[in-house]
């Protein structure tokens, strides 16, 4: 296992390439050594709008920008993809073909047969996908991806669920931030002192991709999922109210106890506790707890009966670290820590 | 049938009294004759700081403010009451003895078996519990209430399915604005870039009064129930996504048909459109349509089919207008036009 | 005198075009007849997508989107620009060429020798320039405009003191409402829970604007104007805190008196109280008082003593309503009443 | 001098109070060994609810609340003081008259001729008013203050300018955050999508202690101040547009210059920078900006020119960091450092 690790990202100067750059300014293992957009040959501090507090971190800031598709196997070891959902697509696919090892937010790639959808706490088996794809695709090469924020969130806290009484039906209604549309993103007209109950292809997201992540690797699983997305005037931190149907019955005291019990994984990203649960009435609050675990754990509260499907309850994570760049740095942890890197 | 009711108003200086006193200013029938609050004797400009807008209605800015129980039946005929629960039980309880006839927003009563709970589009039949009331309690005057805000934006849209498929299962999820809270109500430190998944007392209310309003005048309704209620950072307007599981089947498209075939009252503060269906894919926005009728209309839109309990659909409504005050008003303008007033 | 003029508008499907429309729709003397825009051929409601409100206007939701230049002098007496800056200017040129009386919300034109500038209460004599610029220029069209939302809310303010007691020094610091900016306008991520304090062009508009307005027609007034614009989270209203130098001391109670005899003009977007002035301490605020006098009113308060030039005061007003489409049809009334059009 | 420095805190359940706690967790000299508040007896995480972030530090969850009367002088070295002003005046003397060393947040005792009203980087030298203090009231114990929030992120930009330049007059306008006002403070239904253009004795605090912060320590400063506080709807941080007469004319480029050249002392909470100067046109902002120098520099922009006044400038200042908790632990710790602790 190699000590340090080579990472570029894809999207560097894009609202999610920011967060992967706060992420890994000082990770233990990975090393940026590449920052791809379009302003190829800017300082990155002249190529992007730093929103994420006061300073531009010291590290990237006179770095250049380069063209994704100038990138050496040489130099490079793991490529981040922070890349909006339909432009990732093909690059990511060329440079899967010249042999780099993608590890992507977008969405172009999570449903193939042959890719993993991976939340380590959750389905970190599926990793074995990338020998198929390989073998497959003919490359050496991988394209590994992470799901939607708000089916990341959701999953983390449906995992001791599936996994103690079995699910077979689950309705979710989501309330969630403005940065999760990115920037230029939502107008400030559109969404001040407002909810907009839609938010495009996300509710499909959260159907299908929940269904893969609990599936074995190749089918997904028997469950029935219906998701209701809303976009709220917060900033950072989706909210979600989950009305659950166990297989097997789960009151309320037996739920708590096996959303304590999932393990923290030995990464550096992995937050000590995956699931944080709070007994106070008002609790999960998108602002207060979005930070919680350093932005890795799912906030949890609000577990009770529920007159209509058996169980509720109310998770929350922060929608670009958990859901965004702290995810998918934590799948690149685990393809790493299980020798794929 | 008298053409002019005088009425009185209890808790006149609070929030949801002066959209009573809004709503009233011009109103074809009722005449505000009384305005109770607790600063007796004040003039009503003095005795309350106008939030909806520019200027105190001229009307009644010079009315003095008097005690509830100084009410004379000779100058009063009905008393509206935006007294808050708990404080509303006993006052109310006391003028329905000396024969006052009371339309309340108050929680007190309304779950009492002998107490009306009435959406005049929804269940004006129950009105009939009112001989009932007199007779059991031995009094002249009368209780009637109308639900809690949330559960009224959701009945009203709800009915035409219970008519026409009837409805097993209710789960819903409500974001609803601060003003719910009334004043002073939610700190700005708590709301503020935040969601708070929590309304204390609300998700029972939605439960309970749901049956009330669908069952016969004395029983309960059999159905199940789940509410799960959040406050979000808008000032007007309760949002609500509703999964519905109906008796019998009803697509998409059939549902959209019974919600826009539900007929509009003709009483002043009845919307012609009860429910106004939209298309759009991001229909029903708080800020855009909370007004909508006058404030009285529910907004309704992206009906879908759903996995989980068959049909998905989004409401809106004025938490304060057709979920307070219009709502009570309306309920004067029935029992009035039903010869109870 | 026409009785009834016809009226087109250019940039009608933007923000402030809606406006506009908003405002003509029950306009007792101009009627719309043609609403342009770059979506030639459309019909109106599926070229714009309407912010104001629950529904469009029924009036112009069928009319077909035509192009500026297909304007015929025989259908349109006068022009209303909605036009952004920088656009604007060529084709309100050309339409005055071809004889069209324009009235425009641009700011191109401004500050141009021979173009009046006009607020009516403040500077209706300036109108005299009309003849002038159809002399020089050699066309029987005229451009008429009138000033950016944030110096006409000040001006209007400022009127009152230079009438009575001169004024040396204005240093004014806004709070301006992100309808200012237009749509899309104002990223949410930018402005969420954020004050910036820049809005690029606004201060010197501020400056140069308000010494045309208070100088004679061709000459900008002595007086010196210092100016900070920041951007707030609220929807519409710009809320302004002014220190004020006067020539002849003005102590507050004098500026009180001479704020409120400032005449209301009688034409039918005219306010009867150009300015409101309000005594609480904590008025005027921005969401309670930007619609007063429907919108056309400013509201004034908080005037005292002050240590560094003499005089402050906060004054309040609609930004797209008196700062925008409302202050340009009260020109287009003036220039009606006094036989210009 | 004492290398561990006993620490108690009136007011620790307060909002200010945990601002204090959260700043004294890992604090290297001061150690907290007393928090007073009303519930004594309770455990501190019992009594307060925390408001700044996932989970109270878990160093004071257990400490139990004492009454600050029953404070003892061999355990306490220094007291810090989060009580509201009102309230505190009283306490304060009783504890200095015991001999306590106390350091104030609170308004009540700092315009007395007698105490020390100190931001270290502007006017250390006042603290030589300990000994007119004590000799004068015949106590061993001593109260030391700070300035309001708004006063101390004018002031420190102040310093420079009045050190190189000289002042003559100054017209402020502050845009405040909420969490200025405390716990319960601001209703959100009054400052949802609002400005509210005062704040309750702000305007006259800036005044007369921006005056006694740069007179000698006994006779205020010759300069004019002028002051409109408004309150707009962020969470952290005030924002200040500052118009300034200097007497040495300075332009934009040397007041840069001077800004810039403020020296940060060498104490655990100074800031290198006390004042950092950013040339981006929009920036100083509030979210962006508030934490900068870990919430205890001054950010500084839009220097320029001014007709009015002859300079313009925006600071930000993070009012319960800089203007709060931190400002008064770096007086703290100046006092230490001094010898006077």
Redesign the interface.
């Known amino acids: 296992m190699k000590k340090r690790i080579n990472v570029a990202i894809l999207g560097a100067a894009g ?1 999610l390439g920011q967060r992967f750059i706060e992420r890994l300014e000082n990770h233990p293992t990975f090393e940026m050594v590449a920052l791809a957009d379009v302003m190829v040959g800017k300082r990155y501090e002249d190529a992007t709008k730093w ?1 994420l ?3 531009i971190p010291s590290k990237v800031k006179d770095m250049k920008i380069v063209a994704g598709d100038s990138f050496s196997k040489n130099e490079i070891d793991v490529v981040f993809s922070a890349l909006p959902g339909g432009i990732a697509g093909k690059i990511e696919l060329d440079l899967a073909k010249k042999g780099f090892f993608i590890i992507s937010k977008a969405s172009d790639h999570r449903m193939e047969e042959d890719v993993p959808l991976i939340i380590p706490e959750v389905n970190a088996e599926h990793l074995s996908l990338i020998e198929e794809q390989r073998k497959k695709r003919g490359w050496d090469g991988a394209i590994v991806t992470d799901p939607n924020c708000s089916t990341t969130i959701m999953a983390v806290s449906l995992k001791p669920l599936w996994d103690n009484f079995g699910i077979e ?3 979710v ?1 989501t ?1 969630q931030s ?2 999760g549309a990115g ?16 938010i ?1 292809g996300e509710e499909e997201k959260m ?1 299908i991709e929940t269904k893969k992540l609990f599936g074995d690797a190749k089918r997904p699983a028997d469950l ?3 998701a ?1 997305c ?1 976009r ?4 950072d931190g989706h ?1 979600e ?1 989950v ?1 659950v ?1 166990t297989s097997k019955k789960a009151d309320p005291d037996e739920a708590r106890k096996a959303f304590e019990q999932l393990k923290g994984l030995d990464y550096p990203s992995a937050p000590k506790e995956p699931i ?1 649960v709070r007994d106070e ?9 979005r ?2 675990g350093d932005g890795m754990s799912v ?1 949890l ?2 577990i009770r009966k ?4 058996g169980l ?1 309850y ?1 998770v929350l994570g922060h929608n670009t670290i958990r859901g965004g760049a702290g995810g998918a740095i934590l799948v690149g942890e685990l393809c790493h820590g299980k020798g794929y890197i």
């Open positions: 609202v929103r507090g006061n300073r039906r689950v309705a209604s309330m403005i940065s920037y230029p993103g939502v107008q400030s007209l559109d969404i001040f002192e407002n909810v907009i109950p839609y495009a159907i029935r999922v219906s209701s809303s709220v005037g917060t900033i909210l109210v009305f149907e944080i009435l008002d609790r999960p609050q998108t602002r207060l707890d930070d919680a906030v509260g609000r529920d007159e209509a499907l509720t109310v």
